[in-house]
């Protein structure tokens, strides 16, 4: 078994932004020459999602105005968590998109469906903030 | 380590449908012949889910509710990515239920608990769609 | 490739109840001696979760109020699966928060950032219940 590991840094402009980072990914998987396995990459923060589905800006929209809906970032004394900091939203907003994803390897390549791209998701955004890519196979 | 790859395809006759598919993943966990190890079971489309909760017919009406309920399929002109498609509710609804499972196999069985099935969760229907199965280990 | 497995129980004086299970988990893996791998850690009931999020106090009060405005406990009645249950939210709980997380192994360590606890949530407790430990690698 061999494995690999590799941090991604991410600084967004926003407090909320989706990121492609589906061809970094690749690299990862390109560099470590692991053939058949799986590669687990995950946001190492807790505001911040990894998540798989489509790069198509209309859903992006969507994600915005629905996860807005569900855990809203305002007012900011609605949460509890909201004492020194503000972004109890972006905690909740990241627990629907999830922390992390397991993509399968095979023949040295990403096994993704047709339209399947990974994103980082950003929710309390404006500074650095990493990602870990873990890669263990053959 | 051993590495065993297989797609399962589903084609459902009604736009949302839970189809349990914990004997399909049994059978390729016996046919890769890994006695220890992962299997990530993914769907490989983003209107898709695979997860895993109770086979109960109660429960799955209740999450037909409930996510009909979060992000309802229709007015359809609600959802941005409503252009050419009308499956933006289902995008919503499979972020939700989530994309994959990691299950853990021990003495070449699924390691579940008591209640625990795995479903393939369909939210946009009617086609042909295929799940991945990769399971890696000894 | 080495593999470890271990069950953990819980049972909460509480129907639902956040507990860290970080200082565990790490132990499993020092118990495994695996350097480099991955660690699955999933519940083993469908009315409860693993999750990685924060360790504060505020941020698990909103995870309460957010959780029973998405899915609320009661009525009992508006849930199809509360026949002889009364759990139907429960499983709908642990729906939004996740049944496992997969955590990078590396040195010897869970590999997580700064912030990142791991937590089992219960959602409906007052029972012994378990979560598996699932560590592979080398």
Known sequence: ????????????????????????IDSCVYESGIREGLVLVNAMHITASVFINDDESGLHQ????????????????????????DNGDAHLKRTIMGREVVVAITNGKLDLGPWEQIFYGEFDGKRRKRVLVKVIGE
Chains 1, 2, 3 share one sequence.
């Open 1 to 24: 078994m061999i494995s690999f590991r590799k941090e991604l840094w991410y600084n967004t402009p926003k407090r909320r932004q989706l990121i492609n980072i589906t061809h970094e």
């Open 62 to 85: 969507d994600y915005e105005d629905w996860l807005e809906k569900l855990a809203p970032e305002k007012p900011y004394s609605q949460y509890h968590h909201n004492g020194f900091e």
